[in-house]
């Protein structure tokens, strides 16, 4: 609650970007039966709705990504629904981090500067290279359950740079992504009478939605030899 009062704005921006998503996903799941054809019928205008929608509404943290995602794959299908909701990503991450950046000014590096060990990490991970910066915020985004909106809160006010942010978003979100499209895509022409149909789909979601879990564990791995190399151990990485 300390570090709440400190970051001034940022604070109440970061808890509405973990508590808004989850309800208004509920909603949108239960509207899509009728939004996706919707959008699927009215064709190039339907497709740049759909990314405009994702842009602000992800951008702002009103909308869950996974929401999001499925309704891209419900409307249009992988081949278009996998990259449309893609590029929403992108610009919903662009939103979200123009929107923090200036809300945060310089409140987080300061606070950081009165902790020794994560202005060390702070240093040696995101004020590095471009390559290493992008890789990252690739490993950021890579576990299924990253918060999406919070990590763009989070990346702003660490002043990640923008090149390696939006690059980064692409290829760590890109897993889960195709993930949740192939779901809405699946469940929009499902034939629940169709057992053969029903068991096929059952069977590619799952063995997706495992690999994307594994490349999620590695991410983690991968993340934690990286504060290791900087010099935090798991119990300095617990803030006061």
């Known amino acids: 609650m300390r570090w709440l009062r400190k970051l001034g ?4 921006l970061a808890i509405l970007s973990v508590s ?9 799941l239960g509207t899509m039966n009728r939004l996706g054809p919707w959008l699927r019928d ?38 278009v629904g996998f990259p449309a909701a893609l590029a929403g990503f992108v610009g919903a991450a662009l939103v979200g ?3 923090a950046r ?34 990252i915020v690739t490993l950021l985004r890579l576990p299924p359950n990253a918060p999406f909106a919070a990590s763009n809160v ?18 760590g979100m890109a897993p889960r992504t195709f993930v949740v499209v192939y779901a809405g895509a699946g469940l929009a022409t499902l034939d ?21 879990a594994v ?5 983690n791995r991968a993340l934690r030899k990286v504060e290791l190399a900087a010099g935090v151990t798991p119990q300095e990485a617990s803030l006061d």
């Open 215 to 219: 490349i999620g564990w590695m991410a």
């Open 154 to 171: 989070a990346m702003a006010a660490l002043r990640v740079p923008v090149v390696p942010f939006a690059l980064g978003t692409i290829v």
């Open 20 to 28: 808004i998503p989850p309800l208004s996903g509920l909603l949108l």
């Open 102 to 135: 200036r809300i945060s000014g310089d409140r987080l590096e300061v606070l950081l500067a009165q902790h020794t060990k994560w202005n060390a990490v702070y240093e040696a991970l995101l004020r590095s290279d471009l390559l290493k910066a992008w890789l």
């Open 9 to 12: 704005p940022l604070g109440p």
């Open 192 to 212: 629940l009478a169709n057992r053969a149909q029903t068991g096929w789909f059952a069977a590619g979601l799952g063995a997706t939605v495992f690999a994307v």
């Open 97 to 99: 981090y123009a929107l």
């Open 42 to 79: 009215v064709q190039e205008p339907g497709l740049v709705l759909y990314l405009a929608g994702f842009t602000l509404l992800g951008g702002f943290g009103l909308l869950p990504t996974y929401a999001q995602s499925m309704l891209g794959g419900w409307a249009f299908g992988v081949a």
